[in-house]
């Protein structure tokens, strides 16, 4: 459980220093919070693909880096807003690059 935790604080602070980094040049919350997501997805492929356990820094340091929740919040602003269609989009854009590059760094891991 320790361990967990440990790795879950560094994949938090991970995350935040990334979305800060992607925000900051392209002033989009969303695409920082897409690209979080999506690079998390491979990186989960590539350990995944490398044959790596679900160990303790799988969960905890990628568990804390990715972030479903903001991706929701962001959307359902959107929904609330009335622009269902950037909602959709976003929610879209997200569950289908995330499932593409997890099974690409799965395929390039496990070659």
Same mark, same amino acid.
């Given at each position: 459980?320790?361990?967990?935790?440990?790795?879950?604080?560094?994949?938090?602070?991970?995350?935040?220093?990334?979305?800060?980094?992607?925000?900051?040049?392209?002033?989009?919350?969303?695409?920082?919070?897409? #690209?979080?997501? !999506? /690079?998390?997805?491979?990186?989960?492929?590539?350990?995944?693909? &490398? *044959?790596? @356990?679900?160990? $303790?820094?799988?969960?905890?340091?990628?568990?804390?880096?990715?972030?479903?929740?903001?991706?929701?919040?962001?959307?359902?602003?959107?929904?609330?807003?009335?622009?269902?269609?950037?909602?959709? #989009?976003?929610? !879209? /854009?997200?569950?289908?690059?995330?499932?593409?590059?997890?099974? &690409? *760094?799965? @395929?390039?891991? $496990?070659?």
């Amino acid at each position: 459980m320790i361990n967990i935790a440990v790795f879950g604080f560094l994949g938090a602070v991970a995350r935040y220093l990334c979305y800060v980094a992607v925000e900051t040049r392209a002033r989009q919350p969303k695409l920082a919070t897409w #690209f979080v997501n !999506s /690079a998390g997805s491979f990186v989960i492929g590539v350990c995944i693909g &490398a *044959g790596l @356990s679900a160990s $303790s820094g799988i969960f905890g340091f990628l568990g804390a880096f990715t972030t479903f929740s903001t991706m929701a919040l962001d959307s359902v602003k959107d929904f609330e807003d009335g622009q269902w269609k950037r909602g959709t #989009f976003y929610i !879209s /854009a997200t569950l289908i690059c995330g499932l593409l590059l997890f099974a &690409a *760094g799965y @395929s390039i891991a $496990s070659v």
